[in-house]
């Protein structure tokens, strides 16, 4: 999938120095480049919810050797928008840009998946121990070598703002006694990390946005391949926060999508489900990284 002229433009804006909104991110290929540069620290994450949350650079260097770590093309961000915009075509013109004919900026699959802790536990990986915590992660090729705490339970986010930021943990109901907690984001979540998933014996738990489309990603991506060893996470104050700060307009806009229709298996979902087309709203998960009296 080659990078397009306009992922690019909002590269160059975070490398000029302004701050970006995070809902200007909203393609598959957008998010999985955010997951990317959060994850290396090539870009910081401020504010709450996607519409309301920031995106910036904090070291520029840093930001153009990550971008460049995703896909080489990045490592020159005009060079990259002449070739996005259909401005080089010929192979002298990449190789002068470039110093290679073949190169087409298309995204490389990033191999293996990244995985964290909300506390300091040890995990076994390829026959040795290493400690992760809520800073330093684990790098995952080999999904099969993986050997987790049998106490640990799974949570995958769908958001990479909360794959950093876990003040979440206890805003949604889990408490300290029922971790540790291994934090594992959604984008980009591979084969391998979906393998993993499958295989993994401990308990999985899905935090996701409170939305129609958040909803049917969770059914058609992790449900049906996991079946009884997922579940969604449904926190108790969910109606008060979107009566107090819902989005109405995404509500709206996945309507129009088609995902009206979207139903699912199990009971309380179908009840949340229910209670987004009876406030014609929806709520993104970034919203629990504070508390429902700061909302």
Same mark, same amino acid.
């Given at each position: 999938?080659?990078?397009?002229?306009?992922?690019?433009?909002?590269?160059?804006?975070?490398?000029?120095?302004?701050?970006?909104?995070?809902?200007?991110? %909203?393609? !598959?290929?957008?998010? #999985?480049?955010?997951?990317? +540069?959060?994850?290396? =620290?090539? $870009?910081?994450?401020? &504010?709450?919810?996607?519409?309301?949350?920031?995106?910036?650079?904090?070291?520029?260097?840093?930001?153009?050797?990550?971008?460049?770590?995703?896909?080489?093309?990045?490592?020159?961000?005009?060079?990259?928008?002449?070739?996005?915009?259909?401005?080089?075509?010929?192979?002298?013109?990449?190789?002068?840009?470039?110093?290679?004919?073949?190169?087409?900026?298309?995204?490389?699959?990033?191999?293996?998946?990244?995985?964290?802790?909300?506390?300091?536990?040890?995990?076994?990986?390829?026959?040795?121990?290493?400690?992760?915590?809520?800073?330093?992660?684990?790098?995952?090729?080999?999904?099969?070598?993986?050997?987790?705490?049998?106490? %640990?339970? !799974?949570?995958?986010? #769908?958001?990479?703002?909360? +794959?950093?930021?876990? =003040?979440? $943990?206890?805003?949604? &109901?889990?408490?300290?006694?029922?971790?540790?907690?291994?934090?594992?984001?959604?984008?980009?979540?591979?084969?391998?990390?979906?393998?993993?998933?499958?295989?993994?014996?401990?308990?999985?738990?899905?935090?996701?946005?409170?939305?129609?489309?958040?909803?049917?990603?969770?059914?058609?991506?992790?449900?049906?391949?996991?079946?009884?060893?997922?579940?969604?996470?449904?926190?108790?104050?969910?109606?008060?926060?979107?009566?107090?700060?819902?989005?109405?307009?995404?509500?709206?806009?996945?309507?129009?999508?088609?995902?009206?229709?979207?139903?699912?298996?199990?009971?309380?979902?179908?009840?949340?489900?229910?209670?987004?087309?009876?406030?014609?709203?929806?709520? #993104?998960?970034?919203?629990?990284?504070?508390?429902?009296?700061?909302?």
């Amino acid at each position: 999938m080659s990078l397009t002229i306009k992922t690019v433009r909002l590269l160059q804006r975070l490398q000029d120095g302004e701050i970006v909104n995070a809902g200007e991110f %909203a393609s !598959v290929q957008q998010k #999985e480049l955010v997951a990317f +540069l959060l994850q290396w =620290r090539g $870009i910081t994450f401020k &504010g709450v919810g996607k519409s309301r949350g920031r995106y910036f650079v904090a070291d520029k260097a840093l930001f153009q050797e990550i971008c460049s770590q995703y896909d080489p093309v990045l490592k020159d961000l005009e060079a990259a928008a002449r070739l996005a915009s259909g401005e080089v075509k010929t192979r002298s013109e990449k190789v002068a840009l470039f110093g290679n004919s073949k190169q087409d900026g298309a995204n490389k699959s990033i191999k293996g998946f990244t995985i964290l802790a909300d506390r300091e536990i040890a995990i076994g990986y390829l026959g040795r121990e290493y400690l992760i915590n809520s800073l330093t992660g684990l790098h995952i090729v080999a999904w099969h070598s993986i050997i987790l705490p049998p106490e %640990a339970t !799974v949570v995958i986010v #769908e958001n990479a703002e909360c +794959l950093y930021d876990l =003040r979440w $943990i206890p805003n949604v &109901g889990l408490k300290v006694k029922d971790g540790p907690f291994v934090i594992l984001c959604r984008f980009p979540v591979c084969e391998q990390a979906k393998r993993w998933l499958e295989t993994v014996p401990n308990r999985i738990l899905y935090f996701g946005d409170f939305d129609l489309a958040g909803i049917r990603i969770y059914e058609n991506e992790f449900k049906k391949r996991l079946r009884g060893k997922i579940s969604f996470i449904i926190p108790d104050d969910l109606e008060k926060r979107i009566r107090r700060r819902g989005n109405t307009e995404l509500y709206a806009k996945q309507v129009n999508d088609g995902f009206a229709s979207v139903s699912c298996q199990s009971s309380e979902l179908n009840d949340l489900v229910a209670l987004l087309h009876n406030l014609q709203s929806s709520y #993104e998960q970034e919203g629990y990284c504070v508390s429902l009296k700061e909302v």
